[in-house]
């Protein structure tokens, strides 16, 4: 990729919002930022970088799609992808009943957990390059562990966007240090079995940790940190 072909996106550092962190990129030589001019938001720095890269930025890019933080905006377009009798049949009950219903299951998602759970929610959207929503992925931490969950939209199953998105999210883990990643699936479920051991989960024991999406009947999956 040529000098400037990093997504733009990635370089939203207007107020507080703005978050520090690495970005994994295809394997290229970019011009970035690296620094910001005290008070103005705009980039004192640039400098020649490969592969991987530490900068400023609001949103996560990984090839193929863009992973924001969830927010209440994004409600709408992700009840466009999830209003689809296949994932209701896939999960084994509806996902989303009406657009109201989903936008308050939204908002009480964005309050936060409980402070009595010792529980934190961590949300993000996931978007394909042209700003389309396709789905949700979210890590819930307890107990020392990351529980991840995430659902894609039916029209865009089976394109590789679902292991893109939640191989960024246990790479996040990982990098924050939230402790092994979890996961409960219906054993039914085999997409979703699949992506889990394509990027090194294997089977655990559900009752070694109480995990909160876990049913009766699930797969425990689990994927050591680091």
Known sequence: ???????????????????????????GTYYVAVGTTSGTGSYALETSVTGSVDCVYTNRTVPGVTIRPLALEHADPLFEAFDDPRLGEALGTPFVTTRDAWRAAVGRVLAGAPVESATEWRNWTVFLMDGTAVGRIEATLHHGITEIGYVLGPRWWGRGHATEAVGWLVAEADRQGWGPCWAAVSPGNAPSIRLLRRLGFVEGDPGAIPLRSYDPGDVAFVRASG
Do not use: D, K, Y
């Not at 000098?3 to 394997?27: C, D, K, N």
């Open 1 to 27: 990729p040529s000098a400037g072909a990093l997504p733009a996106e990635i370089f939203s550092t207007t107020g507080s919002g703005a978050m520090g962190g690495r970005v994994f990129l295809p394997a």
